[in-house]
């Protein structure tokens, strides 16, 4: 009876302190990964990696915002070795806390466009871009005309007013774009554009990019703003009140005439006190191979960063008409603005 309540006490106290859950030393067949890509799609790229490697993952979901808190409260005891990032402001956000180690990888550098990861140092690229997702806006085919919703300047027209339903300004997806919308307009621009779109909304911002979509569906708003994968998700539904959805709504790719449509990136790092690097990096290779890059595609309806796939996926297909035009920002100019946006979004009191 004592012996079974030691051997208890002993698990109560591996589990508590995470002895079985994060090792920290170094081991030839794990990573431990820490992702924000909330994707169920994803697990089948994990799980082709460990059965082409013998590499296990061990991984640890978050949002992008916790990740970032988990590895600074972690400090150098951090057991992380590769960190999975939604977007461009807290990549960017990650490489300035020294969150990241940098890499250098001839393989990354030839398949990733310079203008879809962190400018290199003589140390090494501290983020990679692995893929892409545009930000788009959603409009209902009942009320809207969609010539006044094919530019993002006019989300802040006035003819808009009262119409606009978007997720929170400080959301990473919006900083991103708001700090895009910074170095096309400027910011005295940008404020009064941001200052223009409180003034327009339906409703003060709540929930994620797929509840604007079903608000503007049920009628509550005009005009929404959404990432593309969500809406393809929705597009590829069978449920009926997903097709409903689909059918009321109208989908624009903004500024096709101008700068293009503001895409941001999902991408990863090695962490900075990794022990276990080498499959790190091994891992992020993998990740732009054809077969991840295409299920990045399929999978999530993302596109590829690498250039010249095939992209086979009917939802992003009938989205686009084939492609669209895109603005060639460098993305980490754009996670650069995030300060600045945020100071401009409490200024005029977008939430
Ligand atoms: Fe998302």
Redesign the pocket.
């Known amino acids: 009876m004592r012996r079974n309540l030691t051997v208890l006490s002993l698990a109560i106290y591996a589990v508590a302190t995470g002895l079985f859950s994060s090792p920290v030393l170094a081991d030839d067949h794990v990573i431990n990964l820490y992702s924000a890509r ?2 169920p799609t994803d697990e089948l790229l994990y799980s082709d990696f460990t059965k082409a490697t013998g590499i296990k993952i061990n991984r640890v979901d978050s949002d992008d915002a916790g990740i970032i808190a988990r590895l600074k409260a972690e400090g150098s005891a951090s057991p992380a070795d590769l960190i999975l990032l ?1 977007d461009a402001a807290r990549l960017w956000r990650g490489e300035v806390d020294g969150m990241f180690l940098p890499v250098n990888s001839k393989t990354l550098e030839a398949a990733i466009p310079a203008t879809l990861r962190s400018k290199p140092t003589k140390d090494g690229t501290a983020w990679f871009g692995l893929s892409t ?1 545009a930000r788009v806006v959603v409009y209902d085919k009942l009320k809207i005309k969609r010539e006044d919703v094919d530019t993002y300047e006019e989300l802040g027209d006035p003819k808009n007013k009262g119409k606009l339903c978007i997720r929170s300004g400080s959301h990473p ?1 919006n900083l991103s774009l708001f700090g895009a919308m910074t170095e096309h307009l400027g910011v005295e621009k940008t404020e009064a554009w941001l200052k223009g779109m409180v003034d327009n909304m339906a409703r003060a911002p709540k929930g ?2 797929t509840d604007q979509i079903k608000a503007v569906a049920s009628g509550e708003c005009g005009i929404a703003v959404s ?1 593309t ?2 809406l393809a998700r929705l597009m590829r539904s069978t449920n009926p009140a997903d097709i409903a959805v689909m059918e009321r709504v109208g989908v624009v790719f903004p500024n096709q005439q101008s700068w293009g449509t503001h895409v941001n990136v999902a991408g990863g790092a090695v962490a900075r006190y990794s022990k276990n690097q080498a499959n790190a990096v091994k891992f992020l290779e993998y990740l732009i191979s054809p077969a991840a890059q295409n299920h990045f595609a399929n999978g999530n309806n993302e596109w590829p960063v690498v250039q010249g796939l095939k992209l086979d996926n009917p939802a992003l297909q009938a989205m686009t008409g084939g492609s669209f035009k895109s603005e060639l920002l460098p993305i980490r100019i754009v996670g650069m603005n995030q300060i600045k946006v945020q100071q401009m979004l409490d200024r005029v009191g977008f939430k």
């Open positions: 909330h994707y939604v997702r997806y994620g990019d990432n994968y969500y």
